[in-house]
């Protein structure tokens, strides 16, 4: 079982930056693929981006691509979502997700397991 828990979110201006944190208890993310969603009222569950723990590779949304990045931790067994130039359309709940498989598909039901989310509130 592999347990996940997002720190980092909270209230910040447009044109600010904030960092997300997953952290993985039970195993370590040794060959998964991690992704980063997120959820905005009364919308479905949009893939950010993701990295393959292995070999580090990163993949994003069209709709962050240059503002945000990914980076993993091996020592914390963390994955970071580095968030910049920040707008208000980029409020939502923040989830990161792992897919043991190392596949990291765009797609929410390709992964097994979830974190509770942490919210990111962008003010304009």
């Known amino acids: 079982q592999v347990r996940l828990v997002e720190s980092g979110g909270g209230l910040v201006q447009a044109g600010g930056s904030l960092k997300l944190s997953c952290a993985a208890s039970g195993r370590t993310f040794y060959n998964a693929a991690v992704g980063w969603f997120r959820q905005a009222p009364g919308k479905g569950r949009q893939f950010v981006g993701g990295?393959?723990?292995?070999?580090?590779?990163?993949r994003y949304a069209e709709s962050v691509k240059g503002r945000f990045a990914i980076s993993r931790d091996g020592a914390k067994n963390t994955v970071n979502l580095q968030m910049n130039s920040l707008k208000s359309e980029d409020t939502a709940v923040y989830y990161c997700?792992?897919?043991?498989w190392g596949l990291g598909p765009e797609t929410p039901s390709g992964y097994a397991y979830w974190g509770q989310g942490t919210q990111v509130t962008v003010s304009s």
């Open positions: 990295i393959n723990w292995r070999n580090g590779n990163t």
């Open positions: 997700a792992a897919d043991l």
